[in-house]
């Protein structure tokens, strides 16, 4: 089967660093997507993997271990509005995306 | 993200009615995704397109749901009847080297 795997819930200090894993295993793989979600609101993209190695973007940072069927998404210097769900999704064979059931991430003072 | 546009944004309806949802991609985008969410659970797949052809309907009711792509520039969802527990956010997403999502249609069934 497929399937992706994020931590349900994570907890971090304003002004912090956070890091979000992702493991997969799918049939096939064309590229790792994040997403940003705040309450209410549609996903957001953050950023786009087909390639092992780090991406950066300013405070976020994406990395992918193809051979490991890992990604993780980095936060740096945490702020409060950084507070949402984070989605890791693999485009899979066919051109499906498969989605985690997403991490939900709370900023404290 | 705002390239992607859904409408209505928000829909409150009647048990039994019919609702259509649209979906404008982006240009040069040649996939297409429809997903639902409730407050329950994550994105839910109801149906994709690839260069217009549908490709994946199986998470779809198929008694009332019904998903087309008339051409490159509009996507739809309609659902007849509708019932209250179609209440939920459906989400299209435009998807290319990237992919975006359209900012959701609220739909409200009592």
């Known amino acids: 089967g497929q399937n992706i795997d994020q931590p349900t819930e994570m907890t971090a200090t304003e002004g912090a660093i956070v890091q979000i894993n992702c493991t997969y295993q799918?049939?096939?793989?064309?590229?790792l997507f994040w997403y940003q979600q705040h309450a209410g609101e549609a996903p957001t993209f953050l950023s786009y993997?087909?390639l092992d190695g780090l991406e950066e973007k300013g405070r976020f940072s994406s990395f992918l271990s193809r051979s490991k069927g890992y990604s993780y998404l980095l936060l740096k210097e945490l702020q409060m509005k950084d507070s949402a769900s984070y989605l890791c999704?693999?485009?899979?064979?066919?051109?499906?995306?498969?989605w985690g059931a997403g991490t939900k991430l709370i900023i404290k003072p | 993200d705002a390239r992607v546009t859904q409408t209505p944004r928000h829909k409150v309806t009647e048990m039994g009615q019919e609702v259509t949802m649209r979906c404008q991609p982006i240009?040069?985008?040649?996939?297409v995704f429809w997903y639902r969410q409730t407050m329950m659970q994550g994105l839910e797949l109801l149906a994709y397109?690839?260069?217009?052809?549908?490709?994946?309907d199986s998470g779809m009711p198929k008694d009332r749901f019904s998903a087309e792509m008339p051409d490159a520039t509009l996507a739809t969802l309609k659902i007849q009847p509708s019932e209250p527990r179609d209440s939920a956010v459906y989400f299209c997403?435009?998807?290319?080297?990237?992919?975006?999502f359209g900012q959701g249609t609220r739909l409200t069934v009592v």
């Open positions: 397109f690839r260069n217009r052809a549908p490709l994946d």
């Open positions: 997403a435009s998807v290319g080297p990237e992919a975006f």
């Open positions: 999704a693999v485009r899979g064979s066919n051109y499906q995306l498969i």
């Open positions: 993997n087909v």
């Open positions: 240009l040069g985008h040649n996939t």
């Open positions: 799918t049939s096939g793989f064309n590229g």
